[in-house]
């Protein structure tokens, strides 16, 4: 008897919960445009590049092995790197969750557009790493893929998505003359092929502190000087401002989404978070926590200083702390060659899908 009232009892409640939630969902429904909204404010009130690194299972966002294009610099898992926790962590701000990269979402949004990224070989780590993750996505979309020295193309060709990389390491001109190839701190004729994008990713700083053999230029052109060498951040600052007035005059940021790639870091000199005999070799763990120990390299307060003078709003995807604190997330002697250690570049998958994860919560924001 009591058992069946009871039933009766539980019947009855359901169907005033499934009347609750009808209800709730109506209210869901009309207030429709309301709700992803309040999603989106959460988010910009969210300051995405502090925060500290954590362990997550949905990571790595993909494999290496199934990527058709990664370069085999990047390859750390083909090339031998023992350890795999570093594919694992994911970058977590203190304030927000960041949003979970869904490719398709991404190609539909972009759909029919072109996206470029413009400068070195960080530019190639974070246009492979994009790549990846959309093919990740959808492993059946129908793509071209084209590697080139100075531009390289990858189209998804369902959507109509092409993802260029322009490699123009200083942003500025090398023009070869009598003398030799003269670094041109006010030319930037290269600028021609970033025209008419939906979306510009641009990014310098590593070439500008190269010397001996792997600097790429003999003089350098300041104005009416023609000079054998240079103070390098004066030079990276009046690069930059060179690239910043090309910016301001020839992109239209109501057509055009504009992005710096913050100074990507190296971990060379272990005494920069404390370990004065190590280098990136062997590193197995990220920093924890959000401060590193060196604090940030003098580059980034130039691009800081060229960013807050320019009349287009460059969003300044801000990784380079978070990257500091991945010391172990660089290719070290598991290149293709096995000879260097490389803590310059970072393996894929790993960090730079980060730096994507980011690009797409900048862009959803
Ligand atoms: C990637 O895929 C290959 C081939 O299926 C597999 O052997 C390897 O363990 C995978 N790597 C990781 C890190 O999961
Ligand atoms: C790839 O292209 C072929 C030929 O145009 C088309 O039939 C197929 O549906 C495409 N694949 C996807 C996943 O869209």
Redesign the pocket.
């Known amino acids: 008897m009591g058992h069946k009232a009871n039933n009766t009892l539980l019947l009855f409640s359901l169907f005033s919960l499934t009347l609750l939630v009808s209800l709730h969902q109506t209210r869901a429904t009309k207030s429709h445009n309301v709700t992803p909204l309040k999603g989106r404010k959460e988010l910009t009130k969210c300051n995405l590049f502090i925060g500290s690194w954590v362990i997550d299972p949905s990571h790595p966002l993909y494999n290496s092995s199934s990527c058709p294009f990664i370069d085999a610099q990047f390859d750390c898992q083909k090339f031998g790197r023992p350890d795999t926790q570093y594919l694992k962590y994911s970058w977590k701000p203190d304030s927000c969750a960041l949003p979970r990269f869904d490719g398709m979402e991404f190609l539909n949004k972009w759909r029919g557009k072109k996206i470029m990224f413009v400068g070195d070989s960080l530019s190639l780590n974070m246009w492979e790493s994009l790549s990846c993750m959309l093919h990740a996505s959808l492993p059946?979309?129908?793509t071209t893929f084209l590697r080139r020295e100075a531009l390289s193309t990858i189209i998804f060709q369902?959507y109509g998505v092409t993802i260029q990389l322009y490699r123009t390491p200083y942003l500025v001109d090398i023009v070869r003359e009598q003398v030799g190839r003269v670094l041109t701190l006010d030319s930037i004729q290269a600028g021609n092929a970033w025209v008419g994008m939906d979306m510009l990713i641009f990014n310098s700083w590593h070439w500008w502190t190269h010397t001996g053999n792997s600097q790429g230029w003999d003089y350098i052109r300041d104005g009416p000087n023609l000079l054998k060498d240079m103070d390098r951040l004066d030079a990276f600052y009046k690069g930059m401002s060179t690239w910043a007035g090309w910016v301001d005059l020839n992109v239209d940021p109501t057509k055009t989404k504009l992005f710096f790639q913050a100074i990507s870091p190296t971990h060379y000199q272990g005494q920069e978070w404390n370990q004065p005999k190590k280098s990136c070799s062997g590193e197995l763990e990220p920093l924890a926590g959000s401060t590193y120990p060196a604090g940030l390299p003098p580059a980034a307060n130039i691009v800081n200083r060229v960013l807050k003078n320019m009349k287009n709003p460059v969003y300044l995807l801000d990784i380079t702390l978070l990257s500091q604190l991945r010391k172990d997330a660089h290719p070290s002697v598991y290149g293709v060659d096995h000879t260097g250690n490389d803590c310059s570049h970072w393996c894929l998958p790993g960090l730079p899908d980060t730096w994507n994860e980011l690009l797409n919560a900048a862009l959803i924001m």
């Open positions: 059946n979309a129908n369902d």
